[in-house]
């Protein structure tokens, strides 16, 4: 009787969990869709809410990008409008970095978890103080630089090792804009690693990475919609 109990607790856990992955995958999805529509496609809804590009919405030639772009909107550096950070290593011999620890700190390997909600090892304030590393909060956009070029999204305040990019959210750039657009970047970003045992890119080549500046009323109704999806999904990981 007990065994059956049991079997039918797990069992009930492992559909949950199941349940759980598939509606992540389908708000990840969902949230990409948008994005596109609204930031690669150009149809964001314009004041009379017809999808801006496709109705003739006003458009003009960025010589930076070598493309259109909506008229008043800009084109920026990356570390120009978000601050960036590269991760560090505390002294590994050192075990007061690392005995009784309580803050996450992830390898570029741990990016590909999407979103981040845990991770294998962790260090002490003093690892924080005495190292490169430095602690991101939840929300914030990571991207590996060595081997595979992958962002995701901190559901938790973590540190990085020095293989990671940590692109912080602030009022004009979220999650959910920094997100997608990295992921769309991805294919550019492989092509640019050297080294041939471990093929990498720099912080450098992050920070330089040009980013369109919409205007602010078209970033304030974009993230209405997409802030609460990216909050979901974080919700599931972590259920």
Not at 41 to 64: C, E, H, I
Not at 108 to 115: L, T, Y
Not at 166 to 189: A, H, Q
């Amino acid at each position: 009787y007990i065994q059956k109990r049991i079997a039918s607790v797990l069992s009930a856990i492992d559909n949950k969990i199941e349940l759980n992955n598939r509606s992540k995958a389908e708000l990840e999805a969902m949230a990409k869709i948008l994005y596109d529509c609204w930031f690669v496609q150009l149809d964001f809804p314009d004041p009379n809410a017809k999808p801006y590009k496709s109705t003739g919405g006003k458009m003009v030639y960025s010589p930076t990008l070598r493309r259109e772009i909506p008229v008043g909107w800009d084109v920026k550096e990356l570390s120009k409008v978000t601050y960036t950070s590269l991760g560090g290593t505390p002294a590994t011999k050192n075990m007061e970095y690392w005995e009784n620890s309580d803050i996450a700190w992830l390898s570029s390997a741990e990016i590909a978890d999407f979103p981040v909600v845990d991770s294998e090892q962790r260090i002490t304030q003093k690892g924080i103080e005495n190292s490169a590393a430095v602690l991101l909060p939840r929300g914030s956009v990571v991207i590996s630089i060595v081997r595979y070029i992958r962002p995701s999204i901190l559901g938790i305040d973590a540190a990085t090792n020095q293989s990671v990019v940590g692109i912080l959210e602030n009022k004009s750039f979220k999650k959910s804009f920094i997100y997608p657009f990295l992921c769309g970047e991805v294919p550019r970003l492989m092509g640019l690693r050297t080294g041939a045992q471990q093929p990498h890119i720099n912080k450098g080549t992050i920070d330089e990475t040009l980013i369109v500046v919409p205007a602010d009323d078209v970033l304030e109704k974009y993230y209405k919609t997409a802030e609460p999806i990216f909050d979901l999904i974080i919700t599931r990981a972590f259920e």
